[in-house]
Nanobody, 122 residues
Framework: VQLQASGGGLVQAGGSLRLSCAAS????????VGWFRQAPGKEREFVAA????????LFADSVKGRFTISRDNAKNTVTLQMNNLKPEDTAVYYC????????????????WGQGTLVTVSS
């Protein structure tokens, strides 16, 4: 599976962005997908995840109520909708896929995209 994250950019605080994770490979529709982010000088942290069916989602406490995650298996894409963005959301965002149940631990994900930069100005 190859993953391609896109949709990052510069936005003012309170604004919105939509990140997309496009995948190649026939197994993607059976894989859980997660989003992680890494800010300069900080460790990679979990943001959100969705099961292969889309029936269950996980969110970091810091983004609950502001971010949503969804997927379209027919199009091999997962979308992270980010609303009410804050300067502390600034980071490189990565999508990742796993053959296992999604978790908040980045080490459990097997496939990674290249990352897309989100910058939120105050």
């Amino acid at each position: 599976v190859q993953l391609q994250a896109s949709g990052g950019g510069l936005v003012q605080a309170g604004g919105s962005l939509r990140l997309s994770c496009a995948a190649s490979g026939r197994t993607f529709s059976r894989q859980a997908v997660g989003w992680f982010r890494q800010a300069p000088g900080k460790e990679r942290e979990f943001v959100a995840a969705i099961t292969w069916s889309g029936g269950s989602t996980l969110f970091a406490d810091s983004v609950k109520g502001r971010f949503t995650i969804s997927r379209d298996n027919a199009k091999n894409t997962v979308t992270l909708q980010m609303n009410n963005l804050k300067p502390e959301d600034t980071a490189v965002y990565y999508c990742a896929a796993t053959n296992h149940l999604p978790s908040q631990v980045w080490g459990t994900f097997d496939y990674w995209g290249q990352g897309t930069l989100v910058t939120v100005s105050s």
